[in-house]
């Protein structure tokens, strides 16, 4: 009866909402596709810069909409559980990772006062689909089926081999558990390829739903793509043979020129990022066997973000020939930054290589030389708070609604998503479900943004933390202190997005401020002290120095 009552109010919120849904106007609901790839840097795309193939993305990007100015949380899980919840992580249960630290902001899966956008869209009339990657919990009662989607498939945790099924080959405990709703898949060694399994299963889910007469659909499409281990199909490799043999200061260099050129970032800040970090080794002073070693570990890396694009061009196909591409907007986002991590050469963490870069023993990664280059022109990594760590493309399609080759600013957050589906949804987000008052929605909707052109207020805070990485910015300031210094530094992004020239000792008042800001906004979301929680065996090494010199720190 619950439920009833609940799609009863939902339905009619629905027909009130559709007449007033900002920015968009139609009465047919569209279908809706959100795509995420995982530890892809800011420049890895064509249409951001890159040499790698990205026809299908860069089409979109052609056809749609780009945003200089995309935000995520730095680092896998808290991302998901912003991007699916529409919350901060810590408000979502997830401030650190899918582990439990012993307090119900870091409990480690998602909470019930945090709705999905599964059990959200479903109340509203959709059909909900999820291929690829979960990372918000891994307990039974947290699986996507129990949380709202109508199909699933695809891994639990945090990343898997492409090749097989069996547990990463680390130091640590790292089991791999993929899914088809709630049955635990055994495939066979070498018999599958995981990316082109995921965009299969996204197909299937595709033909099996339009079955569905009249009935709108969501998937959520999450690659696992390029993360590591370095794994790839010959044929995809082959195509970057002796592609980065001039090494990353001319691979960086060429994709600062182009990204000039494409009007992603302006000249001023392509000479500020064009000296090379100081603590990226010249490629010239590498012996030959290093350089080899380097240029198969980006060769390899290309090839599985190539074959991800070709992922979505099959899934584009299947929507064409479903004569459905008229009424569904994409959006595409990649979780966070490319990684420093270096898996391979951990110490006793380390994972265990049996075959060389890119076949089934592969167990490297892409290395922070490199992922320098994927975070063309910002500085830093994945799991920081620089905007090497926090920054995505963002790519918005929907022919005839989304005027094409647009390039806006947008400074936006992934907690904007969830409210800008239920717009187009045309439902709102229930203050109570299944008896539980809900926790309410951050974000704002970017639906004035995608399709009138409207900015987003340029004064709105927005705020990051993970791991004692903290962050907040308004306007053009951006607040940072980096674990584990408790220090802020202070950055123009106007000027200086690139953060060479911590300004902060000239400007007391705006540190005063936004820290206030950070602080308050730490108290409402729960957020505590790392030190006074942090594991025992931290989820990625403390870097011993600064990962990018001393720069005015």
């Known amino acids: ?212 007469a009249n009935k709108p659909f969501f ?115 990649s979780d966070n930054g490319a990684p420093a991590e270096d898996v391979a050469h951990w110490g006793p963490k380390a994972g265990r290589n049996s075959g060389p870069v890119g076949t089934a023993g592969s167990f490297e990664s892409q290395g922070k030389n490199w992922s320098y280059v994927s975070n063309t022109p910002f500085r830093s990594f994945k799991a920081f708070s620089y905007e090497g760590g926090i920054s995505s493309p963002f790519i918005a399609w929907f022919p005839g609604k989304i005027k094409a080759g647009r390039l806006e600013q947008g400074t936006a957050h992934l907690i904007d998503i969830a409210p800008t589906l239920y717009d187009l949804a045309q439902t709102k987000y229930p203050a109570k479900y299944n008896g539980t008052a809900t926790n309410p929605l951050p974000g704002v909707s970017l639906t004035h943004l995608l399709f009138n052109g409207q900015p987003l207020d340029a004064q709105r805070p927005l705020f990051w933390e993970w791991a004692g990485n903290r962050a907040v910015r308004k306007g053009k300031w951006k607040l940072v202190s980096i674990y584990p210094s408790y220090q802020w530094e202070l950055y123009d992004l106007e000027n200086d997005r690139g953060e060479t020239q911590n300004v902060a000792a000239r400007n007391p008042n705006v540190v005063d401020a936004l820290s206030n800001l950070y602080f308050n906004w730490a108290r409402r979301t729960d957020v505590v002290d790392y030190d006074t929680i942090k594991p025992q065996q931290p989820l990625l090494p403390t870097p011993k120095k600064p990962l990018l010199g001393s720069r005015n720190f």
């Open 219 to 333: 998937l959520y499409l999450a690659y696992t793509a390029p993360h590591w281990p370095l794994q790839a199909l010959p044929e995809d490799i082959a195509k970057y043979r002796g592609k980065y043999d001039a090494g990353w200061d001319e691979i960086r260099k060429e994709r600062l020129a182009r990204q000039v050129k494409l009007g992603v970032i302006t000249q001023k800040q392509a000479d500020a990022a064009a000296v090379r970090d100081a603590d990226i080794p010249d490629w010239d002073a590498l012996t030959y066997d290093e350089k080899q070693l380097w240029k198969a570990k980006m060769e390899v890396y290309a090839a599985m973000l190539d074959r991800a694009d070709q992922g979505i061009g099959h899934v584009l196909a299947k929507l064409k020939a479903l004569k459905k591409d008229d009424n569904t907007l994409i959006i595409f986002i």
């Open 1 to 212: 009866m619950k439920n009833y009552v609940l799609r009863a109010s939902l339905l009619a919120s629905a027909i009130i909402f559709a007449a007033n849904a900002p920015g968009f106007a139609q009465t047919k609901r569209p279908n809706i596709i959100l795509i995420m790839v995982d530890d892809m840097g800011y420049s890895d795309l064509g249409s951001y810069g890159s040499e790698i193939q990205t026809p299908t993305l860069d089409k979109l990007a052609a056809e749609g909409l780009r945003l200089r100015e995309f935000y995520n949380n730095a680092i896998c899980a808290p991302t998901r559980a912003s991007l699916i919840t529409g919350q901060y992580p810590h408000k979502a249960g997830i401030g650190y990772f899918n582990v439990n630290l012993g307090t119900p902001a870091y409990q480690g899966f998602l909470n019930k006062q945090s709705l999905t956008f599964g059990e959200v869209l479903k109340q509203a009339g959709y059909s909900t689909l999820l291929s690829g990657k979960w990372h918000v919990g891994n307990d039974s009662l947290a699986w996507p089926r129990q949380r709202g989607f109508d199909r699933f498939y695809g891994i639990l945790g945090g990343g898997s081999n492409y090749f097989d099924a069996g547990p990463m080959p680390t130091g640590r405990n790292s089991p791999v558990v993929i899914l088809e709703d709630n049955q635990r898949q055994n495939p066979k060694p070498n018999s599958y390829y995981f990316t082109d399994e995921i965009t299969n299963h996204a197909i299937a889910f595709l033909d099996e739903q339009n079955k569905e």
